[in-house]
């Protein structure tokens, strides 16, 4: 849509990162990146927990589409720090629905598979419609924060929710997401890890999930449904990536990585839903989802010597 603003929040994350390059490339786009701690200067310094700032930011910016990456992703750190991760995760997307309508721009609210429990997956997968029971702190906040966007749909604010999987791409830092992170536990074979061989993941590609909302802000809107679900269709444990990883990289001993079938128990464990597959079929009646092959990209990271 030639002539359009995007404003992208959490743009210096695994996710955000992607999405705003993608929509840069795009060129047909002015596109706004929004940072809070980051030290990039190519992006906008905003609290979005500052209702007042973001407001004035956004009445600035008059954008089109704000894709909103920016949420406390990490399970661990949710479960230790409630409050700032609802304040996030649950009344900041509340109060960018309430703009969506005050200042007419479009949103897509992105999510998780972890608002569902993961228990007994439907056969294709839990379906934008399937009943939500999330288990942890994180989930709960996700999905709480689904309701506050879709209650302001409800009142005429142009919103989208956007559920994704486990996510992995190019990363500053292997550390910034569950998936890369594996890279450097193969790679290390100094520590001993115990290496989660029980819930099933689909990890999914940031450039794929990028690509997939350039193309989904070209549709009218009117021809969203209120809730859509993108993820690669691959699955694998988090064991069974690092066997992949080790393959790659050439490495025949994985004797420091040892395998846990059974899901995490104790003192300070964060509850992990075993299987979410989510189902993409009603995306799919929209746009193709285009997603890439998780080893063979991988095979070409590693091997340029990426990370």
Same mark, same amino acid.
């Given at each position: 849509?030639?002539?359009?603003?995007?404003?992208?929040?959490?743009? $210096?994350?695994?996710?955000? /990162?992607?999405? =705003?390059?993608?929509?840069?490339?795009?060129?047909?786009?002015?596109?706004?990146?929004?940072?809070?701690?980051? /030290?990039?200067? =190519?992006?906008?310094?905003?609290?979005?927990?500052?209702?007042?700032?973001?407001?004035?930011?956004?009445?600035?910016?008059?954008? #089109?589409?704000?894709?909103?990456?920016?949420?406390?992703?990490?399970?661990?750190?949710?479960?230790?720090?409630?409050?700032?991760?609802?304040?996030?995760?649950?009344?900041?997307? *509340?109060?960018?629905?309430?703009?969506?309508?005050?200042?007419?721009?479009?949103?897509?609210?992105?999510? #998780?598979?972890?608002?569902?429990? *993961?228990?007994?997956?439907?056969?294709?997968?839990?379906?934008?419609?399937?009943?939500?029971?999330?288990?942890?702190?994180?989930?709960? /906040?996700?999905?709480?924060? !689904? %309701?506050?966007?879709?209650?302001?749909?409800?009142?005429?604010?142009?919103?989208?929710?956007?559920?994704?999987?486990?996510?992995?791409?190019?990363?500053?830092?292997?550390?910034?997401?569950?998936?890369?992170?594996?890279?450097?536990?193969?790679?290390?074979?100094?520590?001993?890890?115990?290496?989660?061989?029980?819930?099933?993941?689909?990890?999914? %590609?940031?450039?794929?999930?990028?690509?997939?909302?350039?193309?989904? #802000?070209?549709?009218?809107?009117?021809?969203?449904? $209120?809730?859509?679900?993108?993820?690669?269709?691959?699955?694998?444990?988090?064991?069974?990536?690092?066997?992949?990883?080790?393959?790659?990289?050439?490495?025949?001993?994985?004797?420091?990585?040892?395998?846990?079938? /059974?899901?995490?128990? *104790?003192?300070?464990?964060? $509850?992990?839903?075993?299987?979410?597959?989510?189902?993409?079929? !009603?995306?799919?009646?929209?746009?193709?989802?285009?997603?890439?092959?998780?080893?063979?990209?991988?095979?070409?990271?590693?091997?340029?010597?990426?990370?």
């Amino acid at each position: 849509m030639s002539g359009s603003k995007i404003v992208v929040t959490g743009a $210096s994350g695994v996710l955000g /990162t992607a999405v =705003h390059k993608a929509f840069e490339k795009a060129l047909r786009y002015e596109v706004v990146g929004l940072k809070n701690k980051s /030290t990039a200067s =190519h992006l906008v310094q905003l609290d979005l927990t500052d209702k007042e700032a973001t407001k004035q930011k956004l009445e600035e910016i008059k954008p #089109t589409w704000v894709i909103h990456c920016a949420a406390e992703r990490r399970p661990d750190v949710a479960e230790k720090d409630q409050v700032g991760t609802q304040l996030l995760n649950v009344g900041v997307p *509340g109060y960018l629905a309430e703009l969506a309508k005050a200042i007419n721009f479009k949103l897509v609210y992105i999510s #998780t598979d972890y608002v569902f429990d *993961g228990r007994s997956p439907p056969p294709s997968g839990y379906t934008p419609g399937s009943p939500t029971n999330p288990l942890q702190i994180y989930g709960l /906040t996700k999905r709480d924060g !689904e %309701n506050a966007v879709l209650q302001a749909r409800q009142q005429g604010a142009r919103v989208v929710v956007l559920r994704v999987p486990v996510l992995y791409g190019p990363a500053p830092n292997n550390a910034d997401s569950a998936v890369n992170i594996l890279v450097d536990v193969v790679r290390d074979q100094s520590k001993v890890s115990n290496m989660d061989d029980y819930a099933i993941r689909y990890p999914t %590609n940031v450039l794929d999930i990028a690509s997939f909302l350039v193309r989904l #802000t070209d549709l009218s809107f009117d021809d969203l449904p $209120s809730i859509l679900h993108y993820s690669a269709n691959e699955s694998f444990t988090k064991y069974q990536m690092c066997k992949i990883f080790a393959d790659i990289l050439g490495l025949n001993d994985m004797n420091h990585i040892k395998p846990v079938s /059974t899901p995490p128990t *104790g003192a300070g464990a964060t $509850s992990r839903p075993y299987n979410c597959h989510l189902s993409t079929v !009603e995306t799919e009646k929209l746009l193709p989802l285009e997603c890439t092959g998780f080893k063979t990209w991988w095979e070409e990271y590693l091997r340029d010597g990426s990370k």
